[in-house]
């Protein structure tokens, strides 16, 4: 009862010297802002589920582990943007979608519905990887498949649902003239 009491002031103190550098380092990872407050809060979750305790908050080690887990958690928040954006545009790279004028985001229950279609092989490669976020060795060792084999798995998928896409467009475009 007592460890779990200290636990809880050793949060609030680290809540209060710590938050607003938090949230900066955590925006200048994200660049949002309502992204850097969830990457604060999911920092904070991490810490205690860690029961972490430092002596003295204030400590330079205990600066270290906090700026550390707010890194890692704004930079797995940044991954899943990255795997979002790969879902909803079906492109290898930002870049890609930056450059293009007809790259219009997709509607998940259009992504889901378009997945169905997938051949089974294919579409629990892309379910692991883009839905659940797994790794491609994750997603392997899940299938029994080789890492390789995963990969094109991956690619080939993304490509079918890039020309399912394309034709629906096609096919909307004439039924609307």
């Known amino acids: 009862m007592f460890e779990a009491k200290r636990q809880v002031r050793f949060i609030e103190t680290c809540y209060r010297l710590y938050e607003q550098k938090m949230y900066y380092v955590a925006y200048r990872i994200l660049n949002d802002e ?3 407050e969830d990457a604060v809060q999911e920092a ?3 810490l205690m589920k860690a ?3 430092f002596d003295d908050a204030e400590s330079t080690e205990c600066k270290k582990y906090i700026i550390t887990v707010i890194k890692n958690a704004a930079i797995d928040a940044y991954k899943r943007n990255q795997r979002s954006n790969e879902i909803l545009y079906f492109t290898d790279s930002n870049e890609e979608m930056e450059n293009s004028d007809t790259c219009d985001p997709y509607v998940s229950s259009e992504v ?3 997945m169905e279609e997938l051949p089974e092989k294919y579409y629990e490669v892309f379910k692991s ?3 659940e976020g797994y790794s491609v060795k994750e997603t392997g060792l899940r ?3 080789t890492e390789e084999n995963v990969r094109k798995r991956y690619s080939r998928a993304r490509k079918m649902l890039r020309e399912m896409y394309e034709r629906r467009n ?3 475009e004439y039924k609307v003239i």
């Open 34 to 36: 309502m992204q850097a």
């Open 44 to 46: 904070f979750i991490r």
């Open 51 to 53: 029961k972490t305790h």
């Open 112 to 114: 889901e519905e378009m």
């Open 129 to 131: 990887i883009a839905v």
């Open 143 to 145: 299938l029994r498949i």
């Open 170 to 172: 096609k096919n909307a």
